[in-house]
């Protein structure tokens, strides 16, 4: 198939674009290269699949009409400014990429004939602070994000619902938990792992903000993949979570990182976070029955492969 990937050049992006050339299909990659960067993209280029890079902001008026010059079948659409915390220093920002970003994708898909958006949404912001009773919260829980950030992966949502109305444009929405893997940012914000694991490789201490009893779930960059490229012809007109439905502890996952890093450096403690959700697990039943989906990297080999990734790009 003709598929596009934006943000393409991104930690889930890139991995995503990987496992599509894999697979045979023609990839075109869109990417302005905000926080993603073509060496995410070194494995596809030698790959000899057929990749084409795009250094396009997905707000620009140009997307359109390379959308609709491309032709592309499917497009993943995650470029996203994906920060909770730029997003509330910079709401207006976050909304032009997520919610007007989104909207031109969506422009140009329907200008192409594009048959389906595979939407990259996330299940922690989505749900708000679930309640214990809740968890792992499924896709039937209300939709009441906290941030910015979560309220323009939200109206992203109601877009896509509204396009399929409107214009029968095919779209399945992943809200994704918390996902870590190779090539994450260490100096992002939501990686955690990539953050502990670079820390702890270079020797240095890392920080533990509030009393480290704070819970995500943790899923692999390669299980989210996978999920992607079933979403490709499976589970139209579908939110679906995409995670392992496990809460695992701050404090529980420092102790992985450390053990898998050989370290014995003790974490420091800073004040908790304004503002930081207590307790996140997204039950990912629905991924199983409708994409035949389910986690299967366990925590400790997934955090290996993030700690042998950093040890070999560090050197
Ligand atoms: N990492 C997670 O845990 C997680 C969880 C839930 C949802 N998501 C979503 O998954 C997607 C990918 O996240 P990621 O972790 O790979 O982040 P990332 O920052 O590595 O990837 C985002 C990519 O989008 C590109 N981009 C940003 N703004 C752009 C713009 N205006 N035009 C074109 N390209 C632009 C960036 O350069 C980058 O390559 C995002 O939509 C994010 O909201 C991620």
């Given at each position: 198939m003709r598929a596009m990937v934006t943000g393409g050049a991104g930690f889930i992006g890139s991995n995503l674009v990987d496992r599509l050339l894999a697979e045979g299909h023609e990839v075109e990659v869109v990417d302005d290269l905000s926080t993603g960067s073509l060496g995410n993209l070194a494995d596809a280029r030698n790959s000899g699949g057929a990749?084409?890079?795009?250094?396009?902001?997905?707000?620009?008026?140009?997307?359109?009409?390379?959308?609709?010059?491309?032709?592309?079948?499917?497009i993943f659409h995650l470029a996203a400014q994906a920060d909770v915390r730029v997003s509330v220093e910079r709401p207006v920002f976050d909304a032009e990429v997520n919610v007007l970003g989104t909207i031109q994708v969506l422009e140009g898909a329907c200008a192409a004939g594009?048959?389906?958006?595979?939407?990259?949404?996330?299940?922690?912001?989505?749900?708000?602070?679930?309640?214990?009773?809740?968890?792992p919260v499924d896709e039937h829980q209300p939709h009441r994000p906290l941030s910015p950030y979560g309220v323009s992966k939200k109206a992203a949502i109601d877009y896509l619902v509204a396009?399929?109305?409107?214009?029968?444009?095919?779209?399945?929405?992943?809200?994704?938990?918390?996902?870590?893997?190779?090539?994450?940012?260490?100096?992002?914000?939501?990686?955690?792992?990539?953050?502990?694991?670079g820390n702890l490789v270079a020797g240095r201490p890392c920080v533990i903000f509030g009393d480290g009893s704070q819970t995500r779930d943790y899923v692999y960059v390669d299980d989210v993949v996978d999920a992607f490229a079933r979403a490709m012809r499976r589970g139209g007109g579908l939110v679906m979570n995409i995670g392992t439905g496990q809460e695992t502890s701050v404090s529980k996952l420092y102790e992985s990182v450390a053990k898998a890093c050989g370290s014995n450096l003790a974490p420091r403690p800073a004040p908790a976070r304004a503002g930081e959700v207590q307790r996140s697990a997204l039950d990912p039943r629905r991924a199983g029955l409708h994409l035949g989906w389910k986690p299967w990297t366990a925590l400790e080999s997934g955090v290996a492969s993030v700690v042998n990734h950093v040890r070999r790009t560090a050197l």
């Open positions: 990749l084409r890079f795009h250094n396009l902001d997905v707000r620009s008026g140009d997307l359109v009409d390379l959308v609709r010059h491309r032709r592309p079948e499917v594009t048959a389906k958006v595979v939407f990259a949404a996330s299940g922690g912001t989505l749900y708000g602070e679930p309640t214990g009773a809740d968890l396009y399929r109305e409107l214009h029968g444009l095919e779209f399945t929405a992943l809200a994704l938990a918390n996902v870590y893997g190779p090539r994450q940012d260490p100096h992002g914000e939501a990686g955690v792992v990539a953050i502990f694991a």
